[in-house]
């Protein structure tokens, strides 16, 4: 089992930076997948970033590229998703997930993920 704690959203103009982190616990962390997704009002989910258990593979989504950087900090047992560059479109509640793996296999699909946080919203203003 995997307890994961988000935190770090809030609402923010259209343009600003926001940095989510997410604590982990229960299980090895370098050995353990970790990923964000988010979530808009009437969307289904959808994969935001990834990282794997070393740090050494990261994957974005398209929407994404180039304006959030995902990262891991394998002694504080912690993921961070800094978000710059903010769109109204980034509003969404944003979960961390985690798997039982280090690896990112089929990464974009949630229901490969075991392991979730309780979310936190962003809100991004035009």
């Known amino acids: 089992q995997v307890q994961l704690v988000e935190s770090g959203g809030g609402l923010v103009q259209a343009g600003g930076s926001l940095r989510l982190s997410c604590a982990a616990a229960g299980r090895p962390f370098s050995s353990t997948a970790l990923g964000w997704f988010r979530q808009a009002p009437g969307k289904e989910r959808e994969f935001v970033a990834a990282i794997g258990g070393s740090g050494g593979s990261i994957y974005y989504a398209d929407s994404v590229k180039g304006r959030f950087t995902i990262s891991r900090d394998n002694a504080k047992n912690t993921v961070y998703l800094q978000m710059n560059s903010l769109k109204p479109e980034d509003t969404a509640v944003y979960y961390c997930?985690?798997?039982?793996?280090?690896?990112?296999?089929?990464?974009?699909?949630?229901?490969?993920?075991?392991?979730w946080g309780q979310g936190t919203q962003v809100t991004v203003s035009s």
């Open positions: 997930a985690a798997r039982a793996t280090p690896l990112l296999g089929r990464r974009m699909d949630p229901e490969l993920w075991a392991y």
